[in-house]
T-cell receptor, first 115, second 114 residues
Framework: DTEVTQTPKHLVMGMTNKKSLKCEQH?????MYWYKQKAKKPPELMFV???????INESVPSRFSPECPNSSLLNLHLHALQPEDSALYLC??????????????FGPGTRLTVT | GNSVTQMEGPVTLSEEAFLTINCTYT??????LFWYVQYPGEGLQLLLK?????DKGSNKGFEATYRKETTSFHLEKGSVQVSDSAVYFC?????????????FGKGMKLTVNP
């Protein structure tokens, strides 16, 4: 099973709402990632979790709050977002270790619209 | 720092045409190289990869060879199909400076017409 699942598929939220994105993988991967992708652009890395600990935060605004409750789950909590945060949010996972050959497996994404 | 430069397109081809998407990179050490494909409305899928010089990655009729002397990883397919219409991203992952990061090119949109 090489699948990464994400819910919901689509999300519309107001600027005062609080919502969460969920990501799950059962490949035994110990590195998990959140990316943001705007239209016609490559994904931009937001956060990396390694062994359930936050290892990289790419200077993401605090209105985005990641959480890794266990080795299979990754959440992204959203609060007080701006319309410019509307994008496709992608989750990915990979093996963790020295070799850089480990590929990242991506989920289908959550299409977020902030109104 | 590490970077990837690829053809941006968009490119439109007829079915059964030959496809080449150029990709060159700048990296410290010996990176692994990847091609990802993104179909409309979907996430990214790994198309192929190569982890050392002269390695050839191949999948679904696509091929790319890791050329260290020219720092390139060009994607080729001999005969494209309508179903190959997608955005293609070249990417690298370097063992130096944090191997968690995947560095992407800007992506190239391919449309294949019947």
């Amino acid at each position: 099973d090489t699948e990464v699942t994400q819910t919901p598929k689509h999300l519309v939220m107001g600027m005062t709402n609080k919502k969460s994105l969920k990501c799950e993988q059962h490949m035994g991967h110990r590195a998990m990632y959140w990316y943001k992708q705007k239209a016609k652009k490559p994904p931009e890395l937001m956060f990396v979790y390694s062994y359930e600990k936050l290892s990289i935060n790419e200077s993401v605004p605090s209105r985005f709050s990641p959480e890794c409750p266990n080795s299979s789950l990754l959440n992204l909590h959203l609060h007080a977002l701006q319309p410019e945060d509307s994008a496709l949010y992608l989750c990915a996972s990979s093996q963790r270790g020295i070799p850089s050959s480990y590929e990242q497996y991506f989920g289908p994404g959550t299409r977020l619209t902030v109104t | 720092g590490n970077s990837v430069t690829q053809m941006e397109g968009p490119v439109t081809l007829s079915e059964e045409a030959f496809l080449t998407i150029n990709c060159t990179y700048t990296a410290t050490g010996y990176p692994s190289l990847f091609w990802y494909v993104q179909y409309p409305g979907e996430g990214l899928q790994l198309l192929l990869k190569a982890t050392k010089a002269d390695d050839k990655g191949s999948n679904k009729g696509f091929e790319a060879t890791y050329r260290k002397e020219t720092t390139s990883f060009h994607l080729e397919k001999g005969s494209v199909q309508v179903s190959d219409s997608a955005v293609y991203f070249c990417a690298l992952r370097s063992p130096e400076g944090g191997s968690e990061k995947l560095v992407f090119g800007k992506g190239m949109k391919l449309t294949v017409n019947p």
